[in-house]
């Protein structure tokens, strides 16, 4: 009798408790997705300001190798920023898709 009392308030805590931890789940995926978002917000405000300072740089080198130079390795973390930018991004519309795909 014991064993039967103790299964039933065991199954009554979870059928009662499970909506809060379903609840809490979708808080903290919501979260995620926020800060995933602000982050390639920033990345991408950065890598504008790369390519501009860099076309600044070509703008005013006047000929000098070494300011050429500086140019376009600035030039070329900003082009390897939005690959990683952008594969970031397929990368979570992948897994958000395969984890969530039902809903």
Do not use: E, H, W
């Amino acid at each position: 009798m014991q064993n039967k009392k103790l299964l039933f308030l065991s199954l009554l805590a979870v059928i009662l408790i499970f909506p809060s931890f379903v609840s809490a789940q979708m808080i903290i995926v919501t979260m995620v997705q926020n800060i995933a978002n602000v982050l390639t917000t920033v990345a991408t405000i950065l890598i504008v300001i790369a390519f501009i300072i860099a076309g600044l740089l070509f703008l005013t080198a006047t000929g000098d190798p070494g300011k050429i130079g500086t140019a376009k390795k600035m030039m070329y973390a900003g082009i390897a920023g939005t690959v990683m930018v952008i594969l970031a991004n397929v990368g979570m519309t992948l897994v958000r898709s395969a984890l969530f795909q039902g809903q």
